[in-house]
């Protein structure tokens, strides 16, 4: 997270906000569905859902995340739990999201199968790409990139979909896209997204700086 942009910076950073709402727009929400969004934090993503579906429910499990995140969207249920042992019961969602979650995980397969037995129609897993530019300009010239301090896993698109697809989800589509550019904060929020769905979407259609792999259920997990 951009930790050095405080709460408030966070939750209205633009590039955030930009996967928060290619999430949404994706997802096709009944009134009636019950929503889990996994590694929640402040809550800014669960602000979407307000009025939107039947039941609400953000899992995180820093407890100080929850604190600010109750602030923000008391109208949600919040549980602070390990994703790798989500306390509810089969197929208890309709719809599941976690976004940037799993780059962070000790072992993001077992959090994948946990996904998978509590949710029941689709889900949405978002996390950074390996294959970004950046890092491919950077191993051309012999440059050792490390990615952010916290990240314990990578993923490029080739690994998330089979990962995904041997944890029990049919993946729909993987769609890497550009969510920022470089120096993004320094310009206005039109151009920025012009540079990021047209220019470099153009430039580098499969190598997006996030992956966003949009699932649904297949067979028995």
């Known amino acids: ?7 408030e910076g966070q939750r209205y950073y633009g590039p955030r906000l930009e996967r928060h709402k ?7 929400v009944l009134p009636t569905d019950r ?48 994703a790798a042992h989500l306390p509810f019961a089969d197929g208890s969602f309709d719809i599941l999201t976690a976004t940037n979650l799993l780059e962070h995980l000790d072992n993001p397969t077992v959090f994948l199968k946990e996904a998978r037995r509590v949710c029941a129609r689709a ?15 950077a191993a051309m ?24 697809e041997n944890t029990g989800w049919k993946v729909d589509r993987i769609e890497p896209r550009f969510v920022d550019f470089p120096l993004y904060h320094l310009f206005p929020q039109r151009f920025s997204r012009w540079m990021s769905y047209t220019v470099l ?3 580098f259609p499969m190598i997006g700086s996030e992956l966003f792999s949009f699932c649904s259920i297949q067979g028995d997990a």
């Open 123 to 137: 889900a949405v897993f978002v996390t950074p790409n390996l294959g970004r530019p950046s890092r491919m300009l």
């Open 22 to 28: 290619i999430i949404f727009d994706h997802l096709s």
């Open 1 to 7: 997270m951009e930790e050095h942009l405080g709460i």
């Open 141 to 164: 010239r012999g440059e050792t990139r490390y990615e952010v301090s916290g990240h314990k896993q990578g993923w490029d698109y080739h690994l998330l979909n089979q990962v995904l």
């Open 35 to 82: 929503v889990l969004d996994v590694g929640c934090a402040l809550g800014e993503f669960l602000e979407n859902f307000q009025g939107e579906c039947a039941l609400l429910v953000g899992v995180d499990l820093d407890h100080n995340y929850l604190t600010e995140c109750r602030r923000f969207v008391p109208y949600a249920q919040l549980v602070q739990a390990n």
């Open 201 to 203: 979407k153009r430039l």
